[in-house]
């Protein structure tokens, strides 16, 4: 048998060359390592100079960018609008700061300001579903008829459409005598706001993304509420813009992304996810533009996007003068 002593002597042995392999390898290889570390964290810090120098000139570009296209602004949307009116949608979540940059350009380009309507949380709350139904059935006109298959959201996209829009130019600037009280009646139910007098129709419309995605196990149902609004603003109207940004409006639960991935809608309705940006301010107006003509098109940068702007209109030829 190995005693007691044998084993001790064997242990006291192996710490002892671990102990002087740990000492050996850390003098002999100290300076490398030393060495290695200075190099890598020199490496490092030109790398990080360099990323920061490169991010402050983009910087640098895109606020020349920025400011080259406001100062053009004026000039490039001039008369695009003229003789439009527009409402202003505003959705639970989404930015004053864009809604008002963009609200300048759209005075610049023609349009007369028709009025803002502010949905609220309350409107997108399906456990609310009900009372909006029962609303609409009340406020409805006689002569009014919904799809068979039209949920609670397309009901009542299609009673605001009414009240708030129409694509007749002589019918533009006055209440609709059907939808009296239809506005009053979902203001009294906590379900929107309004600023000016919406209900002297519009002839066009904006609505303004959420700035965050829509989550949670009820995000479906709130994306679609506001995707059957923006499809019954532009039925009754002469068309509808969805605005938002490339960021947090056309990614997954996004209202711009739920708009493009529905393929009935986005033939008839616009999107336009650079709202944030003074050239997509500008894209806005022309997106109002191309409605009117009767086409819909996904524009800026994000995903679903077909372009970063309307194609520009085909300028009609002048008829040729003859010399006597």
């Known amino acids: 048998m190995i005693d007691f002593r044998y084993h001790l002597v064997s242990i006291v042995a192996i710490f002892l060359a671990l102990a002087v392999g740990i000492v050996m390898g850390t003098t002999l290889l100290q300076e490398p390592a030393i060495e290695l570390a200075k190099k890598t964290s020199d490496d490092l810090t030109k790398a990080n100079y360099g990323l920061r120098t490169d991010l402050d000139t983009l910087r640098g570009r895109e606020a020349a960018n920025d400011a080259f296209i406001t100062s053009l602004t004026p ?23 864009n809604r008002e940059a963009e609200q300048q350009i759209l005075a610049q380009a023609g349009a007369v300001y028709a009025g803002r309507v502010t949905l609220s949380e309350t409107f997108l709350d399906s456990q609310r579903s009900g009372v909006i139904e029962n609303l609409t059935t009340q406020l409805k006109p006689g002569a009014m008829t919904f799809e068979p298959a039209a949920s609670v959201y397309d009901k009542a996209a299609t009673l605001l459409g009414a009240a708030l829009l129409t694509n007749d130019p002589a019918q533009a600037g006055t209440p609709n005598n059907a ?8 203001e009294r139910a906590n379900l929107l706001t309004v600023d000016g007098d919406p209900t002297k129709r519009a002839t066009v419309a904006v609505m303004f993304a959420p700035e965050k995605p829509f989550d949670g196990e009820h995000a479906e149902i709130q994306s679609a509420a506001l995707v059957s609004l923006a499809g019954g603003l532009d039925a009754a109207g002469k068309g509808t813009v969805v605005a938002g940004t490339a960021s947090t409006s056309a990614v997954a639960g996004g209202l711009i992304s739920a708009v493009r991935d529905d393929s009935e809608v986005a033939k008839r309705v616009s999107t336009v996810d650079t709202a944030d940006m003074p050239a997509g301010r500008v894209v ?32 009609t030829a002048s008829p040729t003068q003859s010399g006597s």
């Open 75 to 97: 000039e490039v949307v001039g008369g695009t609008l003229t003789g439009q009116r527009v409402l202003l949608v505003d959705t639970p979540g989404s930015s004053a700061a």
């Open 284 to 315: 806005v107006v022309y997106a109002l533009r191309e409605q009117l003509s009767g086409r819909a098109g996904q524009y800026g940068v994000g995903t679903g996007a077909s372009a970063p702007q309307p194609a520009a209109p085909t300028p």
């Open 179 to 186: 939808t009296a009280g239809v506005l009053d009646g979902f």
